[in-house]
């Protein structure tokens, strides 16, 4: 019960969050999803031709199929080094814009609090929560659009290309992944727990290097 209670929060907390920022961005993440589009494509494209690069190797004395796969290749990698630059430049900017508003939201928060609140609770602590809260909003927001724009449409271009050249190995490896999601799954929780002690480390050091400060 506890922790469909914690689900339903966590999902109303996202939801809340996308609904907040995503609609102030609207621009810059228009843009990094047309990019992250193509940057799908062309993903899908450099599978493809990989067929075409063999058998051209494979092919001595024919320079115009050369050519012309090289000439493919090139341009894929343009198109998609484009792409991949819009990214990132339009990610960077509304990322920025969230991480400047949380922090502002953060800080008018804090100042409503007494006296007694910044008595209970160490500088470092409220460092730390201004600058990684502020920060992870950003991370959960940029990992929500790549995850089901990018990498979405990265895996059914792979797939698709995948099944219309090799039937019988993708059919193989569709048998198997699922294991292989299990531990990376695993693994994910593990690297999760190590972020939460390296946050608390981290506002420890903060808080040590202060009271040192204070004695000198």
């Known amino acids: 019960m506890f922790r469909k209670l914690l689900a339903r929060l966590s999902d109303r907390m996202l939801w809340r969050l996308l609904r907040e920022n995503m609609r102030l961005q609207v621009f810059n993440y228009g843009t990094a999803i047309a990019a992250m589009v193509v940057i799908a494509v062309t993903t899908a494209l450099t599978a493809w031709i990989m067929r075409d690069i063999i058998d051209s ?102 797939v698709a290309v995948m099944f219309y050249q090799q039937p019988a190995l993708s059919l193989f490896s569709l048998i198997f992944g699922p294991a292989a999601m299990f531990g990376i799954r695993k693994i994910l929780g593990r690297v999760r727990q190590i972020m939460e002690a390296e946050m608390a480390s981290a506002a420890e050091i903060i808080k040590v290097i202060q009271e040192t400060s204070a004695g000198i």
Not at 73 to 82: E, Q, S, Y
Not at 86 to 108: E, F, H, P, T
Not at 116 to 138: H, Q, V
């Open 57 to 158: 190797m494979m092919t001595s004395g024919d320079r115009a199929q050369v050519f012309a796969v090289a000439a493919s290749v090139a341009l894929i990698f343009a198109v998609k080094g484009l792409a991949t630059y819009l990214q990132v430049v339009s990610l960077s900017r509304a990322g920025n814009s969230i991480v400047a508003a949380q922090q502002r939201k953060l800080y008018d928060r804090i100042l409503q609090h007494g006296v007694a609140f910044f008595n209970d609770r160490a500088s470092s602590d409220l460092l730390m929560r201004m600058t990684l809260s502020a920060e992870s909003a950003r991370r959960v927001i940029d990992t929500i659009v790549m995850s089901f724009v990018r990498d979405l449409l990265s895996l059914l271009g792979l």
